[in-house]
């Protein structure tokens, strides 16, 4: 009997170990497969937590891209408008002094004719003044020729004794009568 008690208690001890391996067993799996569930719902929440980040980023780069993006056509547009604004600036002071000089030639070419036509004025003036005084001279001076012509025409009459002596008494006086 001892036998038999020695092999039922080998046999109980067997059970139990078995029984306690397979709990202890059990317990490793359910350990295992919480500490599996555990890692992955971790491993998931990191995964969640790195896609939020990375979209956070995503968002954020897109959003500093276009603010960016906007500011340099604001930039762009200020300065388009700033140069046209240059631009018109010069084209409106172009055509202004492009203006003023138009006027300045006008001007100075109006009293440009009027100079001329005043000293042409005065140079047709000073030619008639000079035409009518040489006219003058020239007949006071034709007269005097003529004058000094018929004194020496008497005088070689006179010498050569052709004179007439009555016409030419008021010329030659002379002690002969």
């Known amino acids: 009997m001892a036998s038999h008690d020695q092999s039922y208690k080998a046999g109980e001890t067997m059970g139990r170990t078995e029984e306690k391996t397979n709990q202890m067993i059990g317990n490793i799996e359910d350990k295992a497969q919480a500490a599996k569930e555990k890692a992955q719902q971790a491993a998931q929440t990191a995964k969640d937590k790195t896609s939020q980040t990375a979209q956070a980023a995503k968002e954020k780069t897109q959003q500093t891209a276009q603010a960016a993006k906007e500011k340099t056509q604001q930039t762009a547009q200020a300065a388009k408008d700033e140069t046209q604004q240059t631009a018109q600036a010069a084209k409106d002071k172009t055509q202004q002094t492009t203006e003023a ?77």
């Open 101 to 177: 000089t138009k006027e300045k030639a006008q001007d100075t070419t109006g009293r440009a004719r009027e100079k001329g036509s005043e000293m042409g004025q005065s140079t047709k003036e000073t030619a008639q003044s000079g035409k009518d005084n040489s006219a003058g001279f020239l007949q006071q001076t034709g007269e005097k020729v003529k004058g000094m012509a018929q004194g020496a025409t008497d005088a070689v009459k006179q010498t050569f004794g052709m004179a007439n002596d009555d016409k030419d008494k008021d010329h030659f006086p002379t002690n002969r009568h």
